[in-house]
């Protein structure tokens, strides 16, 4: 049996942007659930508290095999592409984000 994989999935987001990120992240994560990509383990969306721009989505997908197949899904791209379309950058690399620079970085919950 597969373990579920864990993704920290970091959002550098355009200028007044934040709210419809906020909107966008949720209704991937319901398509997601639906569709059995993600377990229902909570996800965790925060904002970083030093610059205000990075937007950290935490969540867990079911198995590799899921995430594999979630990419042979064509209506998943209606939301990806939506999310290269209010960000400046998708896919932040973890080392970009201030608080991993300090001993128990803290963040602002957005949900």
């Not at 709210?19 to 990509?37: A, M, T």
């Amino acid at each position: 049996m597969e373990k579920s994989q864990l993704v920290i999935a970091a959002f550098k987001v355009k200028p007044d942007k934040i709210e419809e990120l906020k909107l966008l992240i949720n209704e991937k994560r319901i398509f997601l659930l639906d569709n059995g990509y993600v377990t229902d383990r909570p996800n965790i969306v925060c904002q970083s508290s030093v610059d205000k721009s990075i937007v950290i989505e935490i969540f867990e997908w079911v198995s590799n095999s899921k995430i594999d197949e979630v990419h042979n899904d064509e209506r998943i791209y209606k939301y990806w592409n939506k999310f290269v379309e209010i960000c400046d950058l998708v896919g932040l690399p973890l080392e970009e984000i201030p608080e991993s620079k300090i001993p128990f970085g803290t963040f602002h919950t957005l949900n």
